[in-house]
């Protein structure tokens, strides 16, 4: 992949922040990505929706930040949502037994509507 | 089992040195996605190689030294009818991912052991060897028909 190596893109909807990642999710890219969804957490986004449509794999460097943020955003009474989780990145979501550790809805639109409820 | 049983001496290869620093394990990725694409590797393929190799080396570099210099890592990709070949060779402590028992039973945040089971169900066929100061693991991804 000649792109960068990972990019977040975020949006704000209302009370929802959306973010799209987009790249590679591992041990070179995983700091720069948990720090950025912590502080996002810790600016009080209380409902993030995380889109991984666009990561071409995760491993267990990234899996750790995921589980790290869905604790954080549980620990400030928000929420977090994964859309997105397709092909090879569900496959590793089901090798890992990571799948009923998130929320995880279809699209952005699902897991920003199942986040507002 | 001989080093080269799916590999022939003649085969396609490239080979790359990084050092024990974790930013370098892009290169590594860069140098998959090269030889993915030059080989038409399937992108299951190459997610397979590349998650693999973030694991092994992640580990290689967070654990496997006691002093704080720099050591070089060795990686090599081949491939053949049989598959693709991947050895990994570093300097570190005697330390055999084979060995390494199922993941533990994980807290939130505790992903302890699960990196080497994404290798084992990513990858065909593993082995370790240590010859001198040296840990070499080598990995066998077979490719199916209608990879690439």
């Known amino acids: 992949m000649a ?3 990972m990019k977040l893109v975020e949006e704000v909807a209302d009370d929802v922040t959306v973010v ?3 790249g590679r999710l591992d041990s070179t890219t995983a700091k720069e990505f948990g720090d950025r969804l912590a502080a996002l957490v810790q600016a009080g986004r209380r409902a993030i929706v995380l889109d991984l449509k666009n990561i071409a794999y995760i491993s267990s460097a990234g899996f750790r930040v995921l589980l790290i943020t869905n604790r954080a ?3 400030k009474q928000g929420k ?3 859309c997105g989780v397709t092909g090879e990145v569900r496959r590793l979501f089901e090798i890992g037994s990571f799948l009923d550790q998130f929320l995880i809805c279809p699209t952005q639109a699902d897991g920003i509507g199942k986040l507002r409820q | 089992m001989p080093d080269r049983s799916l590999i022939s001496s003649q085969a396609p290869s490239t080979e790359i040195r990084i050092a024990n620093d974790m930013c370098e394990i892009e290169r590594v990725t860069e140098l998959v996605e090269g030889f993915g694409a030059g080989h038409a590797l399937s992108n299951s393929v190459i997610v397979a190689l590349n998650v693999s190799l973030d694991e092994v080396l992640n580990n290689i570099i967070s654990y496997g030294y006691d002093d704080t210099a720099r050591h070089d890592i060795l990686v090599q990709l081949a491939i053949g009818s049989g598959g693709v070949e991947v050895i990994v060779e570093d300097d570190g402590k005697p330390f055999d991912p084979l060995a390494v028992a199922t993941p533990r039973p994980r ?3 505790e992903v302890g052991g699960v990196g080497l089971h994404f290798v084992r169900s990513l990858m065909d066929q593993l082995e370790y060897s240590r010859r001198g100061p040296i840990n070499r693991l080598r990995l066998i991804k077979k490719l199916e028909h209608d990879d690439g």
């Open chain 1, 3 to 5: 792109e960068a190596r």
């Open chain 1, 20 to 22: 799209e990642a987009h």
């Open chain 1, 73 to 75: 955003a549980t620990q």
């Open chain 1, 80 to 82: 977090l949502a994964l």
């Open chain 2, 107 to 109: 807290s939130e945040t």
